[in-house]
């Protein structure tokens, strides 16, 4: 592993840069760290069994659908530089001829506007929900007790930009999850449970606006500073042998600029020999270690403009 870092280069590992050498050893890397992180996960559940018997005493499992597929958001001519800022400042005739004086040069030197065409044009592109968030309504709508009143949905890998806000500004009090911050632009809200209920359809609408909100005001801010796309890093967690972890991964990390998701690698290092190392992983595994829930490292890429199109 040591050596294989010592060649990837410094370039910028991006999905679209078929050449990236960089990207590749991520994904290498990933792919087999998943491996241990199956392993770790099967640790945290049996030691939960020993230590909290109660918990799996006459359980049962119940499922809810998933939300199916919808059409992609229509590519039209208001899809443009000016027509993007134009929607998202009102009434500033200033600050929008400046924003998109901005947003017309990055387009120039980034691509944004194609790279949302081409996708949204693509056939298999196709809008879904994600599952905590049907989990996180279906729960909010029937008041579902949770144990001990700890109000956190779990979720097999951390929470994406979107859910991220839409758990934050949620009414329900929820816990905030653990996010890799990257921004799906097939990202929807989860489906109505009744369509014909006026309430919780205004509850669906206050708890978007209040997501778009947020979007919009870190997109204006990204544009404000012309910022970058940030290095491609994936949206699961890795999981990897604590040797490699202590001796590789965090070394790597400080050498070659890696993505922020190496400091989950070294903490997820220590818990992998033996059993869990304490209570504190069983009942914070997967919620956010820190006030903001995402670094801000993770606001770098441009895709948060996309979210602004709906």
């Known amino acids: 592993m040591r050596e294989l870092r010592r060649h990837i280069g410094d370039e910028s590992a991006e999905l679209d840069n078929p050449n990236s050498r ?9 792919y087999i760290g998943r491996l241990g992180s199956h392993l770790k996960a099967a640790k945290i559940l049996t030691t939960a069994g020993w230590r909290m018997p109660n918990l799996f005493e006459n359980i049962t499992i119940q499922t809810r659908p998933s939300s199916p597929p919808s059409l992609p958001p229509l590519v039209d001519q208001l899809m443009t530089v000016n027509g993007i800022i134009t929607r998202m400042i009102r009434n500033d005739p200033e600050k929008t001829l400046r924003y998109q004086e901005h947003l017309a040069n990055m387009d120039a030197k980034f ?22 968030l049907i989990l996180l309504e279906y729960f909010y709508k029937y008041q579902v007790p949770f144990v001990d009143n700890d109000r956190f949905i779990a979720c097999s890998k951390p929470a994406c930009y979107c859910c991220y806000h839409y758990i934050s500004v949620h009414p329900g009090g929820f816990v905030r999850p653990a996010s890799h911050g ?55 967690t890795t999981g990897i042998t604590s040797s490699m972890a202590r001796n590789t991964i965090a070394e790597g990390a400080s050498e070659s600029g890696l993505s922020s998701d190496n400091d989950t690698l070294s903490n997820e ?6 059993d869990v190392a304490s209570d504190d992983e069983l009942s ?12 801000s490292s993770l606001e770098r890429t441009p895709e948060s403009i996309g979210n602004l199109r709906k």
């Not at 691509?111 to 905590?132: C, T, V, Y």
Request: hydrophobic share 30%.
């Open 182 to 236: 990257v921004r799906h632009l097939n990202w929807r809200a989860p489906d109505l449970i009744d369509e014909t209920d006026i309430q919780e359809k205004n509850h669906q609408r206050d708890v978007l606006n209040k997501v778009i909100d947020q979007i919009r005001d870190e997109a204006l801010r990204q544009i404000e500073q012309r910022r970058g796309p940030s290095p491609w890093h994936p949206d699961s």
């Open 284 to 295: 914070f595994f997967g919620r956010s270690s820190n006030s903001n829930g995402i670094s």
């Open 269 to 274: 290092a220590e818990s992998l020999t033996g």
């Open 22 to 30: 960089r990207q590749d050893f991520l994904l290498t890397r990933h």
């Open 111 to 132: 691509k944004i506007l194609s790279r949302f065409r081409a996708q949204f044009q693509d056939k298999n592109f196709k809008p879904r929900g994600h599952a905590e």
